[in-house]
């Protein structure tokens, strides 16, 4: 069973519409991450959560994009209103302390149409 | 300037030969994680590195990290059809709460059987 779980595996919205995407992680983890891979480019950080708080943002992290952990579990990455470009791979990640234990869900693939 | 370089962008190697994959940063490291991708698909954990002249092995992979750590190696001995793929290093390049990765633009490794 892997460590890590996003959910769904691929997604297809319409431009302008609300997405969440999902991760379940097995144990009690403190330390979440997203990240997100545009097709053939670079896998780059969005946003790290810490005790239910955003610790550190990205620029690409805009006011489009929330993160939350509403039920101590699963943990989600919310985009408001989706644009063409933000079609990517999104990680999920978790880490344990001081920096080991760094482990990637499987992914959601996001496409815009 | 790229703060995590991989060289080479891509390699072809015939099956049975040794190859190696280097990942340079401009920044001293606090950690360094070599990554397995599938085209598309979620990163798949290798190694990871954090003491100056570490090196750490698993079946025929071999990871090195340099005394001054700012630079690691990815050797693979006896390449296999089943080595080929994208290899990613992600750098840590400090400690505190965030410890967010920054990764190269990945080695694609294609092994000619």
């Known amino acids: 069973e892997p460590e890590v779980t996003q959910t769904p595996s691929h997604q297809v919205t319409q431009m302008g519409q609300e997405v969440i995407l999902r991760c379940v992680p097995i144990s009690n983890h403190l330390y979440f991450y997203w990240y997100r891979q545009i097709l053939g480019q670079k896998v780059e950080f969005l946003v790290s959560f810490y005790n239910n708080e955003i610790s550190e943002k990205s620029e690409i992290f805009d006011d489009q994009f929330s993160v939350e952990r509403p039920d101590g579990s699963n943990f989600t990455l919310k985009i408001r209103s989706t644009k063409l470009e933000d079609s990517a791979m999104y990680f999920c990640?978790?880490?344990?302390?001081?920096?080991?234990?760094?482990?990637f869900g499987s992914g959601t693939r996001l496409t815009v149409v | 300037s790229q703060e995590l370089e991989q060289s080479p962008q891509s390699l072809i190697v015939q099956e049975g030969k040794n190859l190696t994959i280097n990942c340079t940063s401009s920044?001293?490291?606090?950690?360094l994680y070599w990554y397995k991708q599938k085209y598309g698909e979620g990163l798949i954990f290798l190694m990871m590195l954090q003491k100056g002249g570490e090196e750490k092995s698993h079946e025929k992979i071999t990871a090195k990290l340099d005394e001054k750590k700012q630079q690691s190696s990815l050797h693979i001995t006896a390449s296999q059809p089943s080595h080929a793929g994208i290899y990613l290093c992600g750098a840590l390049h400090s400690g505190g709460s965030n410890y967010k990765l920054t990764f190269g633009k990945g080695t694609l490794l294609t092994v000619n059987p």
């Open positions: 920044k001293t490291l606090y950690g």
């Open positions: 990640a978790r880490r344990l302390r001081n920096g080991y234990g760094y482990t």
